[in-house]
């Protein structure tokens, strides 16, 4: 009996490894100028009006930092707003360690700008003292849930039973199951003693096409002050194209 079990034992052993391998996110980053675009729809808790959005990530630069070979992702969101088209850019330089196992992969960041429209770039600062320029909380707290495309924050993935087809503009992608993560952000408020907490769900469909980020994603994005749920948002994200050959829009922000 036991020399009967040892092989079917064996055999499942290897099926389960195999089957966790085919899901985990790869070992390495694409090259400089990969980027993907994706087409959003977001629906806010409590209104039947859907916003819509373009969002693109693109690899723009490789630097060294403190003996860290670190990557600058830029971050380009596209919607109209009454009316008027507006263009947010964000750029991040980040270790790309913390890109490839960090589930929170920005607590790791370096540095970031920013620019809106035809503003000016601006540096932006976190974790600051009231009144001090900058935002009070942490990088993760507010564009963590931006960067789950990346493998890191997608690690700790359970898998879900659903197929995904993706129409795109190069052809088709038809994805057997998809994975099920959650990225988690809390801060205490500073002016007044409250709790605030981001809960960010996701389910995402990753394709090997796909060099970085997933072909397609539900999310749903919650926030809460003191355990109590203020505003919710449930999104879609379909990748419209994606490729090589990305240069940043901020050349001089470095």
């Excluded at 693109?56 to 380009?76: D, I």
């Excluded at 988690?184 to 990753?206: C, G, M, P, Y």
């Excluded at 999104?235 to 829009?249: C, H, I, P, Q, Y």
Aim: proline share 4%; with cysteine.
């Amino acid at each position: 009996m036991t020399v009967l079990r040892a092989p079917l034992l064996l055999g499942l052993f290897l099926l389960l490894n195999a089957a966790q391998s085919s899901a985990d996110p790869p070992a390495t980053l694409p090259a400089d100028g990969w980027w993907i675009r994706y087409f959003v729809t977001t629906k806010y808790l409590g209104s039947d009006d859907a916003i819509t959005m373009k969002r693109t990530y693109s690899l723009v630069g490789t630097a060294s930092e403190n003996g860290q070979k670190c990557r600058w992702v830029e971050m380009k969101s596209v919607e109209t707003v009454n009316g008027k088209e507006r263009i947010d850019v964000l750029k991040f330089l980040v270790p790309e360690k913390a890109l490839l196992e960090n589930d929170k992969p920005l607590d790791n960041l370096i540095r970031a700008w920013r620019k809106i429209d035809d503003a000016e770039i601006e540096e932006q600062k976190f974790n600051q003292p009231l009144g001090a320029g900058g935002f009070v909380g942490s990088a993760d707290f507010l564009w963590g849930r931006d960067v789950v495309i990346f493998p890191g924050p997608q690690r700790k993935s359970n898998a879900v039973r659903e197929n995904r087809v993706v129409e795109y503009q190069q052809g088709r992608l038809d994805i057997a199951e998809g994975h099920a993560a959650k990225h988690l952000a809390e801060r205490r408020a500073i002016t007044v003693d409250q709790k605030q907490r981001i809960s960010f769900e996701f389910i995402f469909w990753n394709h090997k096409s796909v060099a970085l980020g997933f072909a397609a994603a539900k999310t749903r994005a919650e926030f809460h002050i003191d355990d109590v749920l203020r505003s919710a948002a449930d999104s879609e994200w379909l990748a419209e194209d994606f490729g090589t050959g990305a240069k940043t829009s901020l050349p001089e922000a470095n």
